[in-house]
């Protein structure tokens, strides 16, 4: 650590007792959190000179509640932390730098100020960097075995302040944390997890297409592997499950925490609760920001190709210990979206997909708004031949019509609900009805993983389209359903019962190959329509897209439009 670094803006007694702020959290509903800020001094401290006033903090949620309200900022609090959210709740001193299950110790160099975290954020932390910055001021005298340390005004923080723009051009100051004053102990050594960064462990992807530009693209890709310990994978060899999870484009960067940092998703699959009984290998690849997996025009880039070669070199690599019959993918967004995508590709590869927040659909015309079009002449990565079809590949509607899904959106996220309404109908004129129940995320979530056990128990699993239920949380927003569908575990126990061959003894919706005939004037899809040939709907993030409505066709002298996510 360079101990300089944290004397900037300090008076000079506080110049020479602190020496470094850490933030220490865990990941949440929300992303990442801070659970205790952890101040270093150069000196040994003496636990009765602190107390739970010593300090005035700063930290995402504090920031959030000063700029927009407390009501705009939090979403819903326990009882005890009302009105405290973020805030400081115990002081004490530690001759280590983290929080002490016995209370700390009479003497040390480190502070502990936990914080206030039974809360749940109304947005959604984009940036684990932006979640972790923090910083106190030493408000009250404290002692020290070489002296007392007299207050001091200025902060001491473990961030810089970054200028971030937007898609949109507008310029904010952040305050990111820097990496090394960040301590997420669920990725820390021993965890499990291994961080492969650009120049530094990333996957060599190779002749990988775009639909963006119809080019091969050669690059490093990112990722974290979460791989059991050694006896744990030998005793459980040929049974070990594979999953691959992709998070939203909000996650977007070149370093792999931000993926993991970013949802619960990725620490439930390394946790105990699903570890114990489903000992599982678990991928998360990172997509750069200039990479983008997915479009709302049911396009992808060349991510989508990578993150086909790399799960094919973890197969490859763990080959004997993983099951191949019991393949997941879990994501939402923009992740969620390439898994659904991916899904086609190779028929029955996964044996179950967890979709939050995430929607897909047919374009057979994606050259007329992106530069390319996947096909398996032009991608024999993403389409090596397993499950290919041919005929049939870009009917996505057919082709998933066997598959294990288990859909979550919220009813306010106009784009996953409409294209996934578009789904139930094209399914239920071919037949079969997709199990749907709508409910409130605030319910107690017992009741809710309730609800959820009754409403996949209504699948036809047998059937031809029966593997497919639908979770709507009412009202809500397109970045709130991954805090409140990854809140449950039940959506994770069915995942990981689910088997690959399962999907082949069920077989598809035949009747989905038919051609597209339309709706009648009530709205109703016609008698005897597939989805042979239809171009899905398109949607922004506010609804439907006026010029690219169900059944679309290119437009002479409408011009094509670039790659949106």
Known sequence: MN????????????????????????????????SAIIVEYGHEILAHSVDAGTFA????????????????????????????EGGVVKVYVSDRPEPSQGGGAERGRYVIVEVETDYTLSGQNIDYRAAMAVGVVQQKAIE????????????????????????????TAVPLARDGEIVLPEFAEGSGWTINRIGAGAFHARHCYSEYTGRYEDFELPYAIFVPKQEVLEA???????????????????????????????????????????????????????????????????????????????LARFRGFIDENRIYGTGQSMGGMCLLAMAAQRDNFFAGILAVGAQWGNNYDKTFQNGGDRTPERDPVSFNGFGLDRDNFRNWYYMVSDDNVLVQ??????????????????YAAAGREIPHEEWDPFLPVGEQEERCARLLA????????????WISFSGGSHMATWKYGYRLHEPFRWLYSRRRDEE?????????????????????VRDGSGTAGLNSAQFTPHGPDPAFGEG???????SRRSPQS
């Open 3 to 34: 101990i300089n670094s944290w004397r900037l803006g300090l008076s000079a007694s506080g110049a020479s007792a602190i020496v470094g702020v850490r933030a220490y959290g865990f990941i949440d509903l929300e992303g990442a959190k801070v």
């Open 57 to 84: 903090i700063s930290d995402y949620t504090i920031r959030q509640i000063l700029l927009h309200g407390r009501e705009s900022a939090i979403e819903r609090a326990g009882e005890a932390a009302a009105g405290n």
């Open 144 to 171: 020290s075995t070489e002296g007392t340390i007299p207050p001091c005004r200025a902060e001491a923080v473990n961030y810089e302040i970054v200028e971030r723009q937007d898609r949109r051009g507008k310029k």
């Open 236 to 314: 459980n060899r040929g049974k070990v499950a594979l999953v691959l999870h992709m998070e939203h484009a909000g996650a977007n960067s070149a370093e792999p925490l931000a993926s993991l940092a970013s949802s619960r998703a990725a620490v439930r699959h390394a946790g105990e609760e699903v570890q114990s009984d489903n000992p599982a290998i678990v991928v998360v690849p990172q997509i750069e920001e200039s990479r983008r997996t997915t479009n709302d025009q049911m396009a992808s880039s060349e991510a989508n190709a990578a993150i086909w070669q790399l799960v094919d070199s973890v």
């Open 409 to 426: 959106t919220c009813s306010g996220d106009p784009m996953a609900t409409g294209l996934w309404q578009a789904l139930a109908d094209y």
């Open 458 to 469: 209504r699948r036809e699993t047998d059937a031809p389209g029966g593997g497919i239920a």
């Open 504 to 524: 082949g003894r069920r077989g598809k919706l035949g009747k989905l190959k038919n051609p597209w005939l339309g709706r009648d004037a009530n709205g109703k």
């Open 552 to 558: 679309w066709k290119p437009m002479p002298g409408f």
